[in-house]
């Protein structure tokens, strides 16, 4: 089922050699090709060891992490891959038949049977016992207690509302029970099942409350047991794993200290299981149930902040063996229609796993309290799988040999199985062919390559030198605040920027021939593929990161950039041979330049008149009006603008003015008038260069009207 | 290494020179962290309590004068208890200062990136939570803003060119964060909606790293140092900046596309090269004074403009400046060191090279007669980079170079 348990392909290999002390599960039961000849020596098979650790351990590491991320928050759903259609129990069917007005009446009758579902069965609970392994046997131990107390609870989380900030739980206590500790599995418990206890959760639990809509419900189990010594468990742990490494002996040290801190009172051992999840799907089926129990500490994790990082050393968690090893509550559940009827409890019988020593190398279970999330999902997983093989067709013998190879493929390590579970991630592939597409597409870091065997498959798997190990998300997720890594919380929305692309490529039809070893194009199938924009700008003028909604938008637009503006103006201001009046204009005509670019000669004419245009009521305002004529009239003897041009863009400024004065009065207008008067006079005495001759102007004025570009060359060559 | 782990005490021969303060020494943390795993991909991975047994492995022996490969550290006091913080390499440590001269080491956060070197810290607060907040940055130009309380680095600021060599926030706006940064600019970034108000630098600007600023008591101005040797003063009481800071609080990112537009700053409204010859390391407000250093053994007092000048109305292209006073050092003439002031202004502090403290008493009629007292230890013998004085001006905390803190209190 998950490839920690050795036991299923263990024996049909030739043994480890009991180095496997530091391998996580996966690797356990690995033969070396070479040791199969000779009776090597302990170094030899450390040294080879440690290189097949050195190629495999960190992959594997990473897959395993996000595999326990994605049982808690899952991306995507395998269900939903082509290739694993038959995972698919949905088909569309109906969907032709289905039609939109039928919705209201659908949803109503789904109701109704929820409810008479629910209002016709009574969940049964019946106890078996509950296990704890102590140093010592249990008959050793006869006059301490032999029963421990157990409470129920049902737990109902519902709906978030908008307020809350996190999902409100309910918690309905149903009842308290002394449940037997360690019974004596093996005999006469036929016998006693009357005696067992029996919690009965009423049927009006599950109905729909009227305050909150539940979202899911489930089982709290919460067994104190007085005065067990804490100890006793670390001691058997520590005592079985002798090679374990120091870390974990300071762990239990730890612990040690800690549970001598505390008072040699009472144990609470807890544990949850879903009844319906939050698509109301009963989880729990009429069953025998054995619930591995964590213990709690005396600091409860905010659910908020137990997130899935710290469960990253879940390596020495392995789900399986806190069955063998960990306190156990073993229960008989049924959904009964009668309350009354208790007699009729099922028969317990006893788990075949429970006494069955395996000779696995148990771990401490150094389980923290930030564990027991994953331990959770790990046992929700466990519950599913075990449905799952329950409707799986009957399994065809199949064995799926995996040959690890590594130092640059001169070594080789085989590990068989008998299912066709991904050893990485333990999902249930259920086809052959399934099984490799998965391995090949969601676990890149490796090379698959498969080679028919007579007794089914054998997979050779290596190490991908190619894989890009890059950032591949969404690189504005690196960027948003606080930083993914915190922020994510379960599945997350994907920025607007990223369009979805629907490529229909011709599917080929599934053939097993396509994870044979190829010859050529190898490269190409290693390559990682990577889809979605990701890619991250910045704004060029503050180096922020650019938002993909802000990407419309030009940033870079340096044309007249306010700080060339600002430096121009102060520049000018700077000037000392030129007065406040001057100044002004100068500002104005050179920022205008600057917005417009204007840089020939025949763009003048257009460039005063637009100044005219722009500025007048600046320039009325500021009584700008003659600096503005001497400008124009010493452009006129650069030969840059025609009389014309002069004309007309005085007319503007008069227009102005005197639409400004009729305001103020005739007085004003007649004024503005004398000055005007007194700026051409004034000019030639002002213009520093020497007066040009009248006619001049004239023939200027012509041939600028007559064509620009002659103006221009002449301006050139001159 | 240095392993000064436990306090040694040595009242005596401090007491012989100074017969009113005592000294401790106090444990620092300068040993190489390995704990950075990979997975955790941006985030400042989180590390608390006392963890003695932590291997020491030497991470930066090399500090060569001039060359920034040393901790710089700061405290500031924080409700009614005293607690200080050292950044250090790559390691943000938060201490707390004791009764009876004890240092407790309370938390330390770890970049993850190998390459990470603070250089700089500064406190401030949450204004929902009242939280405590502490900004930290350093070589790779990210501010990051660490809630202790939470245990969390709860915002970083990416945009910076290059180092950031110091930190400081606004005295009355604790949401006004002025990073100054090798890339020859200030910024101004308000944390509370991640904006990013102003950047001061370009045309006019610092033309090289900058190297401290401070805001003045009120907040309205700030004041800049850098490699340049030139002081520059920035206004932020301006109406362009006043608008911005407002803009910066009304702006929300999910309610529109466009982007906050940041105030690019590019002329500085007084600027003087007249009071250093070399890299200005250090700049503090004395009120409307200035109190400057370089690597020449002097702070120095000055003003803007002539003696009678109001600093308000001084213009842009003013070329006067008026020095009105000199603190004399010695053995202080590598760059990088910060001297500090308490928040009294009442008390000043430097550290040099080889270990002395220069403590100035600025409570006297005559600035030009401030009693200086030198505090001098025969272990600390390496530069001091920087000094903090708790609130009520009571400790004085001194980080070396040595990676070793040490704390003097005051006994009158």
Known sequence: ?718 | MRENKNMSESPSQAGKEIPAKKQKLSSDENSNPDLSGDENDDAVSVESGTNAERPDTPTNTANAPGRKSWGKGKWKSKKCRYSFKCVNSLRVTLYECHSQGEIRLLQSYVDADADENFYTCAWTYDTNTSHPLLAVAGSRGIIRVINHITMQCIKHYVGHGNAINELKFHPRDPNLLLSVSKDHALRLWNIQTDTLVAIFGGVEGHRDEVLSADFDLLGEKIMSCGMDHSLKLWRINSERMQKAIRGSYEYNPSKTNRPFVSQKIHFPDFSTRDIHRNYVDCVRWLGDLILSKSCENAIVCWKPGKMEDDIDHIKPNESNVTILGRFDYSQCDIWYMRFSMDFWQKMLALGNQVGKLYVWDLEVEDPHKAKCTTLTLPKCTSAIRQTSFSRDSSILIAVCDDASIWRWDRQR
């Not at chain 1, 919705?103 to 106890?127: P, W």
């Not at chain 1, 490494?245 to 801190?261: G, H, M, P, T």
């Not at chain 1, 009963?282 to 129990?293: A, C, I, K, R």
């Not at chain 1, 676990?443 to 007794?455: D, E, T």
């Open chain 1, 1 to 718: 089922m998950a490839p920690h348990k050795q036991s299923s392909s263990g024996g049909s290999h030739p043994v480890g050699f009991g180095s496997g002390g530091k391998a996580n599960g996966l690797y356990q039961s690995s033969s070396a090709v070479m040791a199969a000849a000779k009776k090597p020596n302990m170094q030899l098979i450390q040294a080879d060891h440690e290189l097949f650790l050195q190629a495999f351990e960190k992959p594997t590491q990473i897959y395993r992490f996000l595999r326990t991320r994605n049982l808690i928050a899952p991306i995507f759903l395998h269900r939903t891959l082509t290739y694993m259609s038959h995972r698919n129990s949905r088909n569309n069917v109906k969907r032709k038949s289905s039609k939109v007005d039928n919705l209201l009446f659908k949803v109503e009758k789904m109701r109704g049977e929820q409810e008479t579902h629910s209002l016709t069965s009574n969940l049964q609970l019946t106890f078996t016992g509950f296990f704890q392994k102590a140093g010592k046997p249990s008959q050793d131990s006869e006059n301490e207690q032999n029963s421990v107390s157990l409470e129920v609870l049902l737990v109902k989380v519902c709906h978030k509302k908008r307020k809350d900030v996190s999902c409100p739980v309910k918690q309905v206590p149903t009842g308290k029970k002394q449940v037997p500790l360690n019974p004596d599995t093996s005999a006469g418990v036929q016998a006693k099942t009357g005696s067992f206890p029996s919690l009965l959760v009423p049927s009006i639990e599950f109905e729909p409350s009227n305050s909150h809509m539940v979202k899911s419900y489930s089982l709290l189990f919460r067994v104190s047991r007085p005065g067990c010594p804490r100890t006793q468990i670390n001691g058997l742990a520590n005592g079985e794993n002798h090679h374990s490494r120091d870390f974990s002996e300071e762990v239990v040290n730890r612990k040690r200290r800690s549970s001598s801190l505390r008072e040699e009172g009472e144990t609470t051992f807890v544990a949850q299981m879903t009844v319906f999840d939050k698509n109301r799907r009963l989880q729990l089926l009429d069953g025998e149930y054995e619930v591995s129990m964590q213990e709690m500490e005396e600091c409860p994790v905010n659910k908020k902040r137990a997130t899935w990082e710290t469960i990253l050393d879940g390596k020495r968690l392995p789900p399986f063996e806190s069955f063998s090893q960990g306190p156990t509550l073993q229960f008989t559940l049924r959904w009964t229609s009668d309350s009354t009827d208790r007699s009729t409890a099922p028969v317990a019988k006893p788990l075949a796993t429970r006494n069955s020593e395996t000779n696995q190398d148990t771990r401490p279970s150094t389980l923290r309290a930030t564990h027991t999330l994953a331990v959770k999902e790990s046992l929700n997983a466990d519950v599913q799988t075990r449905r799952e093989q329950i409707l799986a067709e009957p399994r065809q013998k199949l064995r799926i040999f995996y040959q690890f190879q590594y130092n640059n493929n001169t070594r080789q390590q085989t590990e068989a199985r008998d299912d066709l579970h991904c050893p990485w991630c333990t999902l249930n592939c259920r086809k052959l062919y399934s099984l490799l597409k998965h391995l090949k597409l969601s676990h890149s870091r490796f090379v698959f390559n498969y080679v028919p065997h007579p007794k089914g498959a054998k997979i050779e798997v290596s190490i991908n030198e190619c894989y890009d190990g890059s950032y591949a998300g969404n690189p504005q997720d690196i960027h948003s605040q606080p930083g993914f890594a915190f922020s994510r919380n379960g599945p997350v929305k994907r920025t607007a920027v990223t369009h979805i692309l629907v490529c229909r490529p011709k599917r080929t039809k599934p053939s097993l021939s396509e994870f044979l070893e190829s010859e050529d194009g190898d490269r190409e199938q290693q390559r990682t593929y990577i889809s979605g924009h990701n890619r991250l700008y910045f704004h060029s003028d503050c180096c922020l990161p650019l938002r993909p909604q802000e990407m419309e938008m030009d940033s870079e637009d340096e044309r007249d950039p306010d700080w060339l503006k600002e430096k121009t103006v102060k520049q000018i201001e700077e000037f000392t041979d030129v007065n406040e009046g001057e100044k002004e204009i100068m500002k104005l005509w050179n920022l205008h330049v600057m917005k417009h670019g204007f840089i020939a000669d025949n763009q003048m004419n257009e460039a005063c008149l637009l100044f005219a245009e722009n500025h007048a009521a600046v320039i009325v305002k500021h009584s700008l009006c003659r600096n503005f004529l001497l400008h124009l009239i010493s452009m006129h003897d650069f030969n840059l603008i025609s009389t014309l041009t002069i004309n007309q863009a005085m007319a503007r400024l008069r227009l102005l003015q005197s639409q400004a004065a009729h305001g103020d009065g005739e007085e004003d207008e007649e004024e503005e008038e004398e000055d005007w008067e007194t700026a051409v006079e004034s000019q030639p005495e002002l213009d520093p260069d020497p007066d040009p001759d009248p006619s001049e102007y004239k023939v200027c004025s012509d041939e600028t009207s007559n064509g620009c570009l002659e103006n221009g060359n002449q301006q050139e060559g001159s």
